[in-house]
């Protein structure tokens, strides 16, 4: 199939890729914004300390990644078979697990951060800080998990502008307050904290407003017979496959957060300097992930609605069409990075050691668009496809085969070797899963129904 012979695809792509792309981009920036307030501070354990709490907290959240990514795959398949109350349920199902696991780790919060901050290690002040700005952002979980289930929501009914505009309004609040609150009213990492704990509350006020206006009529023929309602909510065959589906993508995402987690504590055990050199790069990774997540995300609602409709042709176009924009993608973060890499620095952090840190280790940064991108593509795909156990497997091999192994092979170049085993890991899930597509899947496709390796 020739790449440029349905162009209604491609801009069906970027119509749905264009605002999340600018939307996921939010995201990042917003980090960046975040560790640029605290690094224009006086020493680095404040950037130190804020980086370790926001691990302790939003690890959590990442951890509940599952819950966008399932809600993301079932409404899109939902809405490609426009099945509506189905798809109202996904969303609704989602919210109760989020809310539920969010009020959990509220109640439990102190043993919760107390043995992270055990794990993490680091200097006393670092320690100090990452404790002061993890009492406040716990209070966040909540909202932050709901949130991932209205997003997901909301992209898997190809609604990608209305997440875009949900994300803008409140990364913009959280940046407002992130500046009144560190340098108008001296809160330092503790204003850090509360603007994000306001921005996620903002999120899920405008989120759940936006869907209950645009969608009231089938949500309230929904609701009107209540015990119907909660008949099909904690229905007991749709409640197995749905926490077995999301089982294998928690098993995914632990495996991804352990890494990340593994680079921000060893950095911390390695000097403060580190620690807040390698916050600033992770953001910088974070840029590159979720502008690369955009085609990812279009892919995701495309290739679900078209499993949904089993229109398998429609189905193998997308994934050809991703693949090409993706890698178009990543050769920009790459020069983007080699071009103007340092001065991305200095805007970030006023402390030299840091800078001067951090310079040698921007080459990562070059490579790290190439090395991932095509891993962030078909995980997207996958999950279209609500292909979970493939996703755990691929994850699995590349963090126990490749990324530990490897970090331990490479221990005495330090923190190089700990981004080169991270570089070569990102690459591992992109093979693996290329692999498993295009020796698994494609041959499935001659069939007008490929099942889910999960059942």
């Not at 190809?158 to 560190?182: C, E, R, Y």
């Not at 509350?201 to 206006?213: E, P, R, T």
């Not at 999950?383 to 221990?411: D, E, H, V, Y």
Request: net charge positive; with cysteine; proline share 2%.
């Amino acid at each position: 199939m020739p790449l440029f012979s349905d162009l209604d695809q491609h801009k069906r792509l970027f119509l749905l890729a264009l605002p999340m792309i600018l939307s996921n981009i939010t995201v990042p920036l917003l980090g960046l914004v975040d560790t640029a307030v605290i690094g224009h501070l006086s020493h680095a354990y404040y950037l130190g300390g804020s980086t370790i709490g926001a691990m302790i907290t939003t690890s959590v959240v990442w951890l509940c990644g599952f819950l966008r990514m399932s809600t993301t795959g079932l409404s899109a398949q939902a809405f490609g078979s426009n099945n509506k109350q189905k798809n109202l349920m996904v969303l609704f199902r989602g919210l109760t697990v989020a809310f539920c696991i969010g009020a959990l780790l509220v109640l439990l919060q102190s043993p919760f951060i107390n043995i992270a901050l055990a794990i993490a290690g680091g200097s006393e002040q670092v320690q100090f800080y990452a404790n002061q700005y993890a009492q406040i952002r716990i209070w966040s979980v909540p909202a932050a998990l709901a949130n991932l289930v209205i997003f997901g929501w909301l992209l898997g009914n190809h609604q990608s502008k209305a997440v875009m505009w949900l994300l803008i309004l409140t990364n913009t609040v959280n940046v407002i307050l992130d500046i009144v609150f560190v340098f108008s009213f001296q809160w330092q990492v503790q204003g850090v904290a509360l603007a994000s704990v306001i921005a996620e509350y903002s999120a899920l006020i405008f989120g759940l407003g936006f869907i209950l206006n645009r969608h009231k009529t089938e949500i309230a023929t929904l609701l009107q017979d209540s015990g119907a309602f909660l008949s099909q909510l904690i229905e007991s065959h749709v409640i197995s496959a749905y926490f077995k589906l999301n089982r294998d993508i928690l098993i995914r995402t632990l495996c991804l957060q352990i890494c990340f987690m593994f680079i921000t504590f060893q950095g911390a055990r390695m000097g403060d300097n580190v620690v807040a050199a390698n916050a600033i790069l992770m953001n910088f990774l974070l840029l590159i992930s979720f502008g690369l997540d955009g085609i990812a995300n279009a892919a995701e609602a495309m290739v679900g609605k078209a499993h949904g409709s089993k229109n398998n042709t429609a189905l193998k176009s997308t994934v050809h069409i991703a693949l090409f924009w993706t890698a178009i993608f990543a050769l920009f973060y790459s020069l983007l990075f080699a071009i103007a890499g340092k001065q991305l620095l200095s805007l970030i952090s006023s402390i030299d050691s840091v800078i001067n840190y951090a310079q040698g280790y921007l080459i990562w940064m070059v490579f790290l668009p190439i090395l991932s991108c095509w891993c962030y593509l078909y995980d997207g795909v996958y999950i279209g496809l609500m292909q979970a156990k493939a996703m755990r497997n691929s994850m699995i091999i590349s963090t126990f085969l490749c990324f530990f192994p490897l970090w331990f092979i490479m221990q005495p170049y330090q923190n190089h070797g700990l981004w080169a085993a991270f570089s070569l890991f990102m690459l591992a899930r992109g093979a693996t899963l290329a692999w498993h597509f295009h020796r698994k899947l494609t041959p499935a496709f001659a069939s007008a129904n490929l099942n889910d390796t999960n059942s």
